[in-house]
């Protein structure tokens, strides 16, 4: 992990671009050392510098954590392959003729996630190594297909948080029966692209013993601002 650049911001917190290999991110750390980890990620692969993740980001770790976010494959600036471009079109043209988008989102969003995941893991493998960081870890994040995977397939994360407006694969809804970690499932309950059936559905698929669900009225952003409070004293009773 190399860094290339940071800023130490007015809130006391550090924030530092890294690459690892291909992969770009961002890691923001707090004043007070070793701090657990939160892997942030925003909804289907858009940029590690979209304006809500980073304000997300600097409010958490601003309360004690390590927040760290990247550009997985075929995210953010990242090299894109033709299929993907293919897809990206597709969805454009069914969305603007007002066809039905769900086999376009399959076909688009799964290869993302299984591409995405490896990279992610490699992340916290090189960020578990820096002395600033304690654990244990938690996943907060949009990307919601992506979190249920790396919480089946990676023992290290403790607890998540999801929002539930991003299109979820049929391969995550039917792994989200073996997601046991502590849930925080956030839900708008007016999202214009995410059906709010298919939400709930999903809430009461999960296998976690312990798991909590946030509605709140209005579309797709308009996440009230008290959510991000609550999502860290949920993080603080899992992960301090």
């Given at each position: ?32 050392a ?26 958490t ?12 494959a075929?995210?953010?600036d ?125 809430f ?37």
């Amino acid at each position: 992990m190399r860094f290339t650049s940071e800023q130490r911001l007015g809130d006391g917190v550090l924030e530092r671009e890294f690459t690892l290999g291909e992969i770009p991110g961002t890691l923001w750390t707090p004043g007070a050392a070793p701090a657990p980890l939160v892997l942030m990620a925003h909804n289907n692969g858009l940029p590690k510098a979209e304006p809500r993740l980073v304000a997300r980001a600097r409010y958490t770790a601003a309360r004690g954590y390590a927040v760290a976010t990247i550009d997985a494959a075929g995210c953010g600036d990242r090299p894109r392959s033709a299929a993907d471009e293919q897809a990206r079109a597709d969805l454009r043209r069914a969305m603007q003729a007002g066809e039905p988008v769900d086999e376009i989102l399959e076909s688009f969003i799964g290869p993302l996630v299984e591409n995405a995941v490896p990279e992610w893991q490699t992340t916290l493998d090189a960020l578990l190594e820096l002395p600033e960081i304690g654990g244990p870890v938690g996943y907060s994040g949009g990307w919601t297909a992506l979190g249920i995977r790396l919480a089946v397939v990676e023992p290290r994360i403790a607890a998540a948080g999801f929002f539930a407006g991003g299109y979820v694969p049929r391969a995550q809804r039917e792994e989200a029966r073996q997601v046991t970690i502590p849930l925080l499932f956030l839900l708008q309950w007016d999202d214009e692209g995410n059906p709010r059936q298919r939400a709930l559905d999903l809430f009461d698929a999960f296998g976690s013993k312990e798991k909590t669900l946030h509605a709140n009225l209005g579309g797709h952003t308009g996440t009230p601002w008290f959510e991000l409070e609550d999502g860290c004293r949920f993080l603080d009773r899992h992960l301090k």
